[in-house]
């Protein structure tokens, strides 16, 4: 054969096919049924439904009797900056939630800090975060009545404005950016911008901080509260997986209140918000569990975001990409592309969008940065 050759499908490299590749290559076309019909199975039928046809519109109707008082409703293609034809099946927010999933930004968050630069195998990204916040959140709002679709598009989307290596990122872009840089406010009105996605939905991402104003639905309320109570409880869970603290350390407050593991802990606080909500119509917490909750966070503030490692880190985060955004204000042609933006702002976007890995290669690279002064847990490239 050819060295330029393509291997035939179902082959493998060593020019032999096995069992395993001749199965699959064999379900290459699916299983035909008849002429008219193709099943993804051949070893018997599928079960059969009585599927109907319903349309995003019927599925609006049914919602207003569905959903709670209060809770925002979906209609047509939604409110957005351009107009758009609404979509036959999906709702408006149904479209935000699908149009961020399938984002570059979104994606880029596998690569993103969420504690710990450059994570191994089973501590959080910003990806992972994002997940385990919309199933907090979703959790809460489909107990509580609320639009669900609504909540997971604010809660995937929430973090896409953060830039590698954390919180430090904003530090570093702050000095950039007239008032200042919040991933929040950047992720609504830069990175997502270009998805045209509703007004409720950027709000969520926008506010949903609690030093932000307090978002325009009840939706993204509840999002703000499941980010806090997800990353309270999921980041000592990483620091302690890390050896960096002993759940023996917990304040009694926490452990008595919230209990020592993420399942306990998110467990109680996602009943807190909802029995909070139904017994006041207001999507809150009361002040035992809010208090616990606040214990956790001062705890892991004083134990793992601010301990000494953390802090090097840090500056070290800061210095890299400092000195990328100045490298590319100062060649902006080096850019991928500018826009309409000035240079400042063009740069900032570009760095802030990098992942991890690829912000401190592109400083070896383009900088000759040191590789000794990557920040801890950046892995050094062979």
């Given at each position: 054969?050819?060295?330029?050759?393509?291997?035939?499908?179902?082959?493998?490299?060593?020019?032999?096919?096995?069992?395993?590749?001749?199965?699959?290559?064999?379900?290459?076309?699916?299983?035909?049924?008849?002429?008219?019909?193709?099943?993804?199975?051949?070893?018997?039928?599928?079960?059969?439904?009585?599927?109907?046809?319903?349309?995003?519109?019927?599925?609006?109707?049914?919602?207003?009797?569905l959903l709670a008082e209060g809770a925002t409703h979906a209609v047509g293609a939604?409110?957005?900056?351009?107009?758009?034809?609404?979509?036959?099946?999906?709702?408006?927010?149904?479209?935000?939630?699908?149009?961020?999933?399938?984002?570059?930004?979104?994606?880029?968050?596998?690569?993103?800090?969420?504690?710990?630069?450059?994570?191994?195998?089973?501590?959080?990204?910003?990806?992972?975060?994002?997940?385990?916040?919309?199933?907090?959140?979703?959790?809460?709002?489909?107990?509580?009545?609320?639009?669900?679709?609504?909540?997971?598009?604010?809660?995937?989307?929430?973090?896409?404005?953060?830039?590698?290596?954390?919180?430090?990122?904003?530090?570093?872009?702050?000095?950039?950016?007239?008032?200042?840089?919040?991933?929040?406010?950047?992720?609504?009105?830069?990175?997502?911008?270009?998805?045209?996605?509703?007004?409720?939905?950027?709000?969520?991402?926008?506010?949903?901080?609690?030093?932000?104003?307090?978002?325009?639905?009840?939706?993204?309320?509840?999002?703000?509260?499941?980010?806090?109570?997800?990353?309270?409880?999921?980041?000592?869970?990483?620091?302690?997986?890390?050896?960096?603290?002993?759940?023996?350390?917990?304040?009694?407050?926490?452990?008595?209140?919230?209990?020592?593991?993420?399942?306990?802990?998110?467990?109680?606080?996602?009943?807190?918000?909802?029995?909070?909500?139904?017994?006041?119509?207001?999507?809150?917490?009361?002040?035992?569990?809010?208090?616990?909750?606040?214990?956790?966070?001062?705890?892991?503030?004083?134990?793992?975001?601010?301990?000494?490692?953390?802090?090097?880190?840090?500056?070290?985060?800061?210095?890299?990409?400092?000195?990328?955004?100045?490298?590319?204000?100062?060649?902006?042609?080096?850019?991928?592309s500018v826009g309409d933006d000035d240079p400042v702002t063009s740069a900032v976007?570009?760095v802030a969008g990098m992942t991890d890995r690829f912000a401190f290669d592109t400083?070896?690279?383009?900088?000759?940065?040191?590789?000794?002064?990557?920040?801890?847990?950046?892995?050094?490239?062979?």
């Amino acid at each position: 054969m050819d060295e330029q050759s393509p291997t035939p499908v179902g082959q493998t490299i060593s020019g032999e096919t096995t069992q395993r590749q001749q199965e699959w290559f064999d379900t290459m076309h699916g299983s035909a049924s008849n002429e008219d019909l193709v099943l993804a199975h051949r070893d018997s039928p599928p079960p059969l439904i009585k599927a109907q046809r319903i349309l995003r519109d019927e599925r609006e109707s049914q919602a207003t009797e569905l959903l709670a008082e209060g809770a925002t409703h979906a209609v047509g293609a939604g409110n957005r900056a351009i107009t758009e034809e609404p979509d036959d099946y999906r709702t408006c927010f149904e479209r935000d939630r699908d149009r961020i999933l399938h984002s570059p930004a979104f994606r880029r968050l596998a690569g993103k800090t969420q504690v710990f630069v450059f994570p191994d195998d089973h501590q959080r990204t910003r990806l992972t975060h994002a997940l385990e916040v919309a199933q907090v959140a979703t959790a809460i709002s489909r107990a509580l009545g609320l639009n669900v679709a609504l909540t997971e598009a604010i809660a995937l989307g929430h973090d896409c404005g953060h830039g590698p290596g954390g919180h430090a990122s904003e530090d570093a872009f702050d000095a950039f950016i007239p008032g200042g840089y919040h991933h929040a406010v950047w992720g609504a009105d830069v990175v997502l911008e270009p998805l045209n996605l509703c007004l409720e939905t950027l709000d969520g991402i926008r506010n949903h901080s609690w030093s932000r104003p307090t978002p325009m639905t009840p939706e993204g309320v509840v999002v703000s509260w499941a980010d806090r109570c997800a990353y309270s409880a999921h980041d000592l869970e990483d620091a302690t997986s890390a050896g960096i603290v002993r759940l023996s350390d917990l304040p009694a407050e926490v452990s008595e209140v919230l209990g020592t593991t993420r399942r306990e802990q998110l467990h109680t606080l996602i009943l807190a918000v909802i029995e909070c909500a139904t017994d006041t119509g207001v999507i809150g917490m009361d002040p035992t569990n809010a208090s616990a909750l606040s214990a956790l966070r001062s705890f892991n503030y004083d134990f793992i975001y601010n301990r000494p490692d953390s802090i090097s880190q840090g500056r070290a985060v800061i210095d890299v990409l400092t000195a990328l955004v100045e490298y590319f204000v100062a060649k902006p042609s080096a850019l991928p592309s500018v826009g309409d933006d000035d240079p400042v702002t063009s740069a900032v976007a570009y760095v802030a969008g990098m992942t991890d890995r690829f912000a401190f290669d592109t400083a070896e690279r383009l900088l000759h940065w040191p590789a000794d002064r990557r920040p801890l847990g950046i892995d050094v490239s062979s």
